[in-house]
């Protein structure tokens, strides 16, 4: 890139591992004349590593309103502005709408960068057969609210994506499987690029209890995927013999699994009727 043109560079950072980066995004960093920020404390750490000295100025969720004013400024007296987040893409449950909007407004262009981010990542490894899915990001953290959210999720046909936080990710596990079907099976992804990466699948119903097994496991950033509803057409006759006598030796989990292996009906069909029958 010869000479960066006069724009707002929505540039995608790393969400743990600081190698997660373009070599466009260095180049537009290198480049540009002021970087927004959510955390400038935060930023420094990644721009160090690289080399980068620049001006930056904090965007975040309590001053974007003026921090956008300011950028808008900035580009009217010809500087190039790069706006980056915490981690990840900005504008996706992170800052940076605001900015974007008021910048298009204003008549300059707002170019992204595409990069790291941390739903995407999680999809990609979750091994979910669901051609669709829906990018939810954090839940309300009240729980009225959040459990009145889950309901009308409930029926999206659709693999459903959340991010949560480690102080709720309790309390946000116990909902999921209270409120949605036994049979959905949750794929945890846990602190994604960094040194105690962890991505973890298993039926939704036992989340809560693989959760409390270890204090370690509540702990770092989450992205929680959840399979789309489990098929509404019963099992034949031959899945359902063929669950029942597992169910006499072995726990529900086993028994939807083997009986998956042996008949090909969906695992998460049988374990959902697992369920019902041992109750």
């Known amino acids: 890139m010869s000479e960066l043109p006069n724009a707002l560079y929505v540039v995608a950072t790393p969400i743990g591992n600081l190698g997660d980066i373009t070599l466009r995004a260095l180049e537009v960093l290198r480049s540009a004349d002021l970087i927004a920020c959510e955390d400038t404390r935060h930023a420094q750490t990644l721009l160090e590593h690289h080399g980068i000295r620049a001006q930056t100025v904090p965007l975040h969720e309590h001053n974007e309103a003026a921090a956008s004013v300011r950028i808008v400024e900035a580009l009217r007296a010809g500087r190039r502005v790069a706006l980056i987040s915490d981690a990840g893409t900005p504008g996706i449950s992170d800052p940076g709408a605001r900015a974007c909007a008021a910048a298009r407004t204003a008549g300059f262009r707002v170019v992204p960068l595409p990069g790291p981010n941390a739903a995407i990542a999680a999809i990609s490894a979750a091994g979910l057969s669901d051609a669709r899915f829906l ?13 009145h959210e889950i309901e009308t999720l409930k029926g999206m046909p659709t693999a459903l994506v959340f991010y949560e936080a480690p102080h709720r990710i309790e ?13 959905r099976t949750l794929v945890v992804a846990r602190e994604l690029t960094k040194l105690f990466e962890q991505i973890v699948s298993m039926p939704l119903a036992e989340a ?10 509540k ?23 063929v669950l029942n006598v597992l169910l ?16 090909g009906a969906p695992k998460n069909a049988l374990y959902e009727r697992a369920l019902q029958l041992k109750a």
């Open 135 to 147: 990018f939810v990001g954090f839940l309300p953290p009240k729980p009225m609210a959040r459990q």
């Open 248 to 263: 006499t030796e072995l726990p529900v989990s086993q028994a939807a699994k083997l009986a998956a292996a042996i008949t």
């Open 171 to 183: 309390e946000t596990i116990a909902d999921l499987a209270a409120l949605l079907e036994p049979g």
């Open 208 to 217: 809560p209890a693989w959760l409390a097994a270890d204090d370690n496991r």
């Open 219 to 241: 702990r770092g950033e989450f992205v929680l995927v959840v399979s789309g509803p489990p098929p509404h057409d019963g099992l034949d006759t031959d899945a359902e013999r």
